[in-house]
């Protein structure tokens, strides 16, 4: 049940966000294991200098195109599953969309299953 928001600069055509969704989603169900019905996305986009990223810090270079992507999960996964998801996806969005592996961050975030509702209220007990 990962939620996933989607950060990069303004002005990329929907095919290309449409794609960034779609090679993050297919990474999750390859390596995480995810069912393929659970997709919740969201992407945001801002406007040129409301993004600060330091081009060189730990990789890089970094350029424009950067995308910050942040996933919340319910449940943890190792640190192998971890790193072949990080290949996995830059490998994935580098072939559909041109995006340079350099260009993408990916942090993980976990909780408890009663930290979630779907919907109407209801728990996820």
Same mark, same amino acid.
């Given at each position: ?12 055509p929907t ?8 090679g993050l ?15 919740? !996305? *969201?992407?945001? =986009? ?7 990223? /330091? ?7 970094? %350029? ?17 599953t971890k790193?072949?998801?990080? !290949? *996995?996806?830059? =490998? ?7 995006? /340079? ?7 993980? %975030? ?16």
């Open positions: 049940m990962p939620y996933a928001r989607i950060s990069l600069q303004r002005g990329k095919h290309y966000l449409r794609a960034l969704s779609q989603h297919d990474a999750l169900v390859e390596t995480f294991g995810i069912p393929v019905g659970d997709r919740f !996305h *969201v992407i945001h =986009q801002h406007e040129p200098g409301e993004l600060f990223v /330091d081009a060189d810090y730990l990789g890089g270079p970094r %350029s424009a195109d950067y995308v910050l992507i942040a996933i919340t999960g319910g449940k943890p996964r190792d640190t192998v790193r072949r998801f990080y !290949h *996995v996806l830059t =490998q994935r969005l580098s072939a559909s969309i041109g995006l /340079d592996p350099e260009d993408v961050m990916i942090v993980i %975030s976990t909780t408890a299953p009663e930290d979630w509702s779907f919907g109407g209220g209801r728990g996820n007990e």
